[in-house]
């Protein structure tokens, strides 16, 4: 089965602490994403990479940091400076950057107290 | 930068009305795209609009693409339970911007 994997879909965390949440694609896809969702809002851009070992700043990237060292997989690590760091992130995969449809895994829910 | 913007934020119907969801961006977009999220899910991508003035269907949903491909719609026909969930845009040119989207609830 092709898709596009995330875990855990649960993570509860100590403030302070860091916390890489993991996005595996089998989909030969070269461009990958990661993107923040709050309660009732839309979908906002942290990080994305058009190719492995290639990575760039979305709108909200402070906090955050990623690696893309295999194209199969873009893991995410939320730092102790992310302030807010208690959202629901989700993996995105495309054939190429933008204006590619853009495939979703089941997202990781994140709760830091 | 580019922003899209989309209303309404929510839109309660009873089963067998009309929805209507409406995106704008504030530059011109080289295309826009359509995804749909259940609740607890995950966004599911449904179409994309590239030309001017397109306008593509799938069953009951009727998609639309400005002339100025700044805008767009989503329209549903006789909305059933199954069509629950929160609706988002995303527009591209140099880089993809999502809507807020609008979180679609149906009284059966």
């Known amino acids: 089965d092709g898709g596009i994997t995330q875990s855990p879909k649960y993570l509860f965390r100590k403030e302070g602490q860091n916390v890489t949440l993991s996005c595996e694609q089998n989909?030969?896809?070269?461009?990958m994403y990661w993107y923040r969702q709050d309660p009732g809002q839309g979908l906002r851009l942290i990080y994305y990479?058009?190719?492995?070992?290639?990575?760039q700043k979305g709108d909200i990237a402070e906090g955050y940091s990623v690696s893309r060292e295999k194209k199969e997989s873009f893991p995410l690590t939320v730092t102790s400076a992310q302030k807010n760091p208690t959202a629901f992130y989700l993996c995105?995969?495309?054939?190429?950057?933008?204006?590619?449809?853009?495939?979703f895994g089941p997202g990781t829910r994140l709760t830091v107290t | 930068g580019q922003q899209v913007m989309q209303i309404p934020q929510y839109q309660h119907v009873q089963e067998g009305e009309d929805f209507t969801t409406y995106c704008n961006s504030s530059?011109?977009?080289?295309?826009i795209q359509w995804y749909k999220q259940r609740p607890g899910g995950h966004p599911v991508f449904l179409i994309q609009?590239?030309?001017?003035?397109e306008v593509k269907k799938q069953k009951r949903l009727t998609f639309q693409f400005g002339e100025a491909k700044k805008n767009s719609s989503l329209h549903i026909t006789a909305t059933q339970t199954t069509d629950v969930g929160t609706y988002f845009c995303?527009?591209?040119?140099?880089?993809?911007?999502f809507g807020a989207g609008t979180r679609l609830t149906v009284k059966p």
């Open positions: 990479s058009q190719i492995v070992n290639d990575f």
């Open positions: 989909l030969n896809h070269d461009a």
């Open positions: 530059t011109t977009l080289s295309n």
């Open positions: 995105a995969s495309s054939l190429g950057l933008w204006g590619y449809e853009q495939y």
């Open positions: 609009l590239v030309k001017s003035g």
């Open positions: 995303a527009g591209s040119n140099n880089d993809m911007r």
